[in-house]
C-alpha cells in the first residue's frame, strides 16, 4: 500500500511541475528509487551550528530533489575514488548505501541537505529511519557530505577512517 501511494505521489509531482530543469527521461528513474534506502529525518534544534547554520530553517525533499541528490553523490562519489590513493577508502556503488537526509533552507535562501550514508545497519535493529547513525571508523562504508542543492555545491565530503 506505502509503495502505490509512493508511486502515486511521484506521479503527481512528476506531473505538476512543467518548469522543472528535469527532464521526462530523467524523470522515469524516479520510479525506481528504492525508498526501503532511504530516510528523511526530521530536524532538530541542535543541528544548528552543528550540521547547519544557525539561521536555517527546516524544510521538506521533493522527489525531484532525491534524484538530484543521487545525481550528485554519484559524481562526487566517481571524483573521489578516481583520486582515491587506498583501495580500503574506495566507495563501491553508491546507490546501494542506505541514506539519512536532513534539509534546511540556510540563511541566503538556499535548500541545503546533509546526507548520511552507510552500505549496513549496525546493529541491525537501530532505528535508522528516526535517528542518525554515527560510527567511528567503518572506512567506506561510511561516507557523509552536505549538499546546496540551489548551487549544486558539494562541501565537508568526508569518508569514516579505519582504527
Known amino acids: ?11 503527481l509531482t512528476m506531473c505538476k511541475s512543467q518548469e522543472s530543469k528535469t527532464s521526462s527521461a530523467e524523470r522515469v528513474h524516479l520510479l525506481y528509487i528504492d525508498t526501503s534506502k532511504y530516510a528523511v529525518l526530521n ?18 525533499l521533493s522527489a525531484d530533489d532525491i534524484y538530484k541528490i543521487e545525481k550528485i553523490i554519484k559524481t562526487k562519489v566517481d571524483n573521489y575514488n578516481k583520486n582515491s590513493a587506498h583501495k ?31 552500505c549496513e545497519i549496525f546493529p541491525s535493529n537501530f532505528p535508522w529511519k528516526t535517528q542518525t547513525i554515527s560510527v567511528l571508523d567503518g572506512g567506506s562504508c561510511y561516507f557523509q557530505l552536505k549538499i546546496n542543492l540551489t548551487t549544486n555545491r558539494v562541501y565537508d565530503f568526508g569518508v569514516n577512517g579505519v582504527a
Open 1 to 11: 500500500m506505502k509503495i502505490l501511494l509512493l508511486i502515486c505521489l511521484l506521479f
Open 88 to 118: 580500503y577508502f574506495f566507495i563501491n556503488n553508491p546507490n546501494k548505501y542506505y541514506k539519512q537526509f536532513i534539509a534546511v533552507i540556510n540563511s541566503k535562501c538556499e535548500k541545503e541537505v546533509w546526507v548520511n550514508c552507510f
Open 43 to 60: 530536524f532538530r534544534e541542535e543541528y544548528k551550528g552543528y550540521i547547519f547554520d544557525k539561521s536555517c530553517k527546516p524544510t521538506a
